[in-house]
């Protein structure tokens, strides 16, 4: 029997996007957010680790990032995996908007109201201070 869950929705992100979002999260406040919404950015997740999870309702916020129309999750896969076997709707999340982030950050993203998965760039990241 394997340990390991493919979840359906995986989806690899860039490692721009990965670190914009863990370098901007520090200001945000938890609020809650559809578990239908949520990407996984990891492929694999520790079957015995969701099930454990499973049972304990009160986690901490995941870390979740909003860019273009998708919301990614970053931190806390397993913790929302366990929420989506408890039956849950919701999971508590930081949230962060990387597309307000960018086009209030950084110039040449200024006049956009979405910013494209692909289009954060090492430039950005410095211009905005988070390299």
């Known amino acids: 029997m394997s340990n390991e869950i493919k979840p359906k929705n995986y989806f690899p992100i ?8 863990l370098m901007t999260y520090r200001s945000e406040k938890p609020t809650r957010i559809s578990l239908d919404k949520l990407i996984l950015t990891r492929e694999v997740l ?3 680790q969701c099930e454990l999870l499973k049972e304990i309702k009160n986690t901490p916020p995941v870390l979740t990032v ?3 129309d998708y919301h990614f999750i970053f931190d806390g ?3 929302t995996y366990a929420a989506y076997l408890r039956g849950d ?3 508590k ?3 962060v908007d990387l597309n307000k982030f960018f086009s209030k950050n950084v110039k040449r993203h200024s006049s956009k109201k979405k910013i494209d998965l692909y289009d954060i760039s090492a430039a950005d990241l410095e211009e905005a201070g988070l390299l």
């Open 14 to 21: 860039p490692n721009s996007v990965y670190f914009s979002g």
């Open 89 to 91: 709707k919701t999971i």
């Open 66 to 68: 909003h860019i273009d």
């Open 46 to 48: 520790n079957k015995n």
């Open 93 to 95: 999340t930081y949230l």
């Open 77 to 79: 896969h397993h913790r």
